[in-house]
């Protein structure tokens, strides 16, 4: 019989109860109890959904109050002594490590561990940090263990999912100040995995996912020979552990594919068939002659229904080389990546709702698509009806098609992605209109999101104001900012964004080919969550999305004010992109779109006009080669397709939050982009040092301060940063400007620091 498996389940719940469970024990609102108590409710209620839809193989341990990185890092003693060292209660030390943990009385002040992107999603995971003299210790209630129990108890059977040795060390890095290679560290973690096996298997754990999905990278030498040991001892250690299933997501696993022959010991290899299919044949020639296939083929990444037939074709692909008990369906990774439930959205169109998929939704389609294949389709005839009725009526409907679209992406020509001339020759036009000082100061967008703002906005979404009364609102906004901004004397201006709820979504909602969602939220980071708009057909704009607002901000300001937009590839990767077409084509549509908002803010008179790519860095392919080559190819051809419309005097400036480019910058260089604004201030000012070696000429705005702490850097502060950076930059093309937005912060903070930053660069204009 073929089983079904889910490989994680979103932890938030239906309302995202978990975030407010967090925020409230944080906030000293509930007690530890009560948030732990939270905690085991909503695992409870998760499993039960996957056990009352039939699913063969349910996870455990896939629940994290934070993130199952930072989990699995107390659950192996990998704690910095600078948090340690308070003695903390282990829940918050967790958090501590997570969040960074502030106590003025007690004396306790640490930032949190480094949180980085979870492969090429929008998902963080907490970065192990180890020490040159690392030691790992099992927690003495490993958490896998309690939660299987925990299940047990429920009456649940689960498969416990922990993360394998060499993702989690490959995922590691040194802590500040340490040498060590944490790949180096296997031979001392792996007793730790051991004891933890032989645990879960006293506890009666049969089978055990273990995921390595850094399979599918290309991986470091000592990387890849590290799987050749670690499951020699992990995968023999016969009736003193569970059978392993290893994990892989997010890629393929061909290039690697010699690593499968040293885990032929496990029980079984899962694989995401949703990104490559392609790689069945290679995976399962592979498979050692017992070992079983885990296929998975619902989309753990993104919220369309599954195609029933496509993925049972993929299934008895399997089947006939491997036989029935063999193969398991599977989603591709977790769930945790898309939204809890269908059900809690009462606002879609009917017709549009029938194409969508969330958790708990694909959590049946894993169980129809096993039934399917184990008893026939008849066993399923009405679902797999009415799944090919629905895949039929999204590829057919006039929601996704519009011709017009196509028709105009048929006819872009390799022109149009050209500015008229080249950047020394708009930099002389743009200088006669536009009059900057040495070292001009700017900011990245927008200013604090105040509680006014909300209100006021929320006031207007429920219809509790006209929308003269907020647009009314909106502009008194624009004249206050306006006015602060030339308090503080910044030399280019911007409107400041209080009309944005959020630099996607604003413009999905101004955009055909765009739904929303009011429930579908997913997690971030921590207790962060976002909504991502769904594209769900051909993108086009309807009528200007920005320029009023944009407009009454120039004709306002005594100095140049930017044009403020999100870029076509941003657009694209915050949004749940379509799966029918080619995600180059969707960035195309938004191009499109967006050229035509530029070429619009332009006319109105507008003359800076910044066009916001802040996701191009983490749609990069995530191995080298072919694939990222195409992807810099379209993605870069999106922004110059929206930017490139307009004269050699309008100055097109665009905003990055990250500051590995390396191996990125000729990417960044062909953005063409007159002024670039780039976070800088928390890494090393070298990295600006290919923008010398590549002999960049336009003008770059590295950020001098960060804007995610409330803190206000001092004037010297900025100096010396600015001092570190034109070792790097010619004074002719530095821009002083913050690392990104300002949303987030408080007014006083925020005039502080930029008080202190305009000083900084005037000292620097005195001195060239
Ligand atoms: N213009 C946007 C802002 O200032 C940019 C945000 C971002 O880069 N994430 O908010
Ligand atoms: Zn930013």
Not at 656 to 683: R, W
Request: aromatic residues 8%; proline residues 6%.
């Amino acid at each position: 019989m073929v089983q079904s498996s889910v490989l994680g389940f979103p932890r938030m719940g239906k309302l995202r109860d978990l975030k407010k469970a967090t925020e409230a024990y944080w906030g000293g609102k509930i007690s530890r109890d009560d948030l732990l108590a939270e905690g085991k409710r909503l695992r409870q209620e998760h499993w039960k959904i996957q056990k009352d839809a039939g699913v063969d193989i349910i996870p455990s341990n896939d629940f994290a109050f934070y993130d199952q990185v930072l989990d699995h890092i107390q659950l192996f003693g990998v704690i910095p002594e600078r948090y340690s060292k308070y003695n903390l209660h282990p829940v918050d030390e967790y958090f501590a490590m997570g969040r960074g943990l502030q106590k003025p009385d007690e004396g306790v002040d640490v930032p949190s561990l480094e949180m980085v992107k979870w492969f090429d999603s929008n998902y963080h995971y907490v970065k192990p940090t180890l020490q040159d003299n690392q030691t790992f210790k099992l927690a003495a209630n490993p958490k896998p263990v309690v939660e299987f129990l925990e299940a047990k108890e429920a009456g649940v059977v689960t498969r416990p999912v922990i993360l394998g040795p060499v993702s989690f060390l490959v995922l590691a890095k040194a802590d500040r100040g340490q040498s060590v290679d944490p790949i180096t560290q296997l031979d001392n973690l792996l007793p730790v995995y051991v004891e933890l096996l032989n645990k879960l298997k006293a506890a009666g754990v049969e089978d055990v996912q273990i995921d390595e999905p850094i399979l599918v990278f290309d991986l470091a030498a000592k990387a890849k020979a590290a799987f050749k040991p670690a499951y020699e001892k992990l995968g023999n250690l016969g009736a003193q552990a569970p059978r392993l299933t290893l994990a892989t997501y997010f890629g393929d696993i061909v290039h690697n594919i010699d690593v499968l022959s040293s885990l032929q010991n496990l029980h079984g290899i899962h694989v995401d068939l949703v990104r490559n299919p392609e790689q069945l044949d290679t995976v399962i020639g592979a498979l050692g002659p017992n070992q079983v296939l885990s296929a998975g083929v619902v989309d753990g990444r993104n919220i369309w229904k599954t195609n029933f037939q496509a993925a049972i074709e993929k299934v008895e692909l399997a089947i006939q080389k491997l036989g029935k008990d063999r193969v398991i369906v599977a989603t591709s990774s977790s769930l945790l990546h898309v939204p809890h439930t269908l059900a809690s959205e009462k606002n879609l169109d009917a017709e549009i709702r029938d194409w969508f998929s969330f958790a708990v939704e694909k959590t049946a389609e894993v169980v129809i698509i096993a039934k399917a294949v184990t008893e026939g389709p008849a066993s399923v005839k009405e679902q797999l009806e009415a799944n090919a009725k629905s895949v039929q009526s999204r590829a057919s409907s006039k929601r996704t098609n519009d011709p017009a679209v196509k028709a105009r992406q048929a006819s872009v020509t390799p022109e149009q992605h050209n500015r008229k001339s080249p950047f020394p020759v708009r930099h002389a036009e743009q200088g006669k209109s536009i009059n900057l000082p040495l070292f001009p100061t700017t900011t990245i967008g927008s200013f604090p999101q105040t509680k006014e703002i909300r209100i006021q906005r929320n006031k207007f979404t429920k219809g509790e104001i006209t929308p003269e009364e907020y647009e009314k609102f909106i502009e008194k906004e624009i004249q206050d900012v306006i006015k602060i901004q030339e308090e503080l004397d910044l030399d280019v201006f911007v409107h400041g964004e209080p009309e944005r709820n959020d630099m996607v979504q604003y413009f999905g909602e101004r955009l055909t080919g765009y739904v929303f969602t009011t429930h579908a939220w997913v997690q971030s980071y921590g207790s962060r969550c976002v909504r991502p708009p769904i594209i769900v057909g051909d993108v086009s704009r309807p009528a200007p999305m920005t320029v009023k607002e944009s407009k009454y901000a120039v004709s306002i300001s005594k100095k140049p004010c930017k044009g403020m937009i999100t870029g076509p590839v941003t657009c694209l990767r915050w949004s749940f992109p379509r799966d029918d077409v080619h995600q180059s084509v969707q960035a195309q549509q938004l191009a499109l779109a967006l050229r035509d908002e530029v070429v619009d803010l332009e006319a109105a008179g507008i003359q800076v006009i910044q066009v916001d790519e802040p996701a191009l860095r983490e749609g990069l392919p995530l191995r080298a080669g072919a694939e990222r080559e195409a992807y810099l190819k379209w993605a870069v051809d999106a922004f110059r397709l929206a930017t490139a419309g307009v004269t050699d005097n309008t100055q097109v400036h665009s905003h990055f939050c990250y500051s590995e480019f390396q191996d990125f910058f000729h990417a960044i260089a062909a953005l063409d982009a007159d002024v670039l604004s780039i976070e800088n201030s928390k890494s090393d000012a070298k990295l600006l040092k290919v923008f010398i070696d590549e002999a960049y000429p336009r003008h770059i705005g590295p950020g001098v301060y960060d804007i995610h702490s409330p803190r206000v850097p001092s004037e010297q502060e900025i100096k010396d940063r600015i001092e570190e950076m034109l070792q790097y930059l010619r004074p002719d093309q530095l821009w002083v400007n913050p690392d990104c937005g300002l949303k987030t912060r408080q007014w006083p903070e925020t005039k502080a620091a930029i008080t202190n930053m305009n000083n900084a660069a005037k000292y620097f204009r005195q001195k060239y």
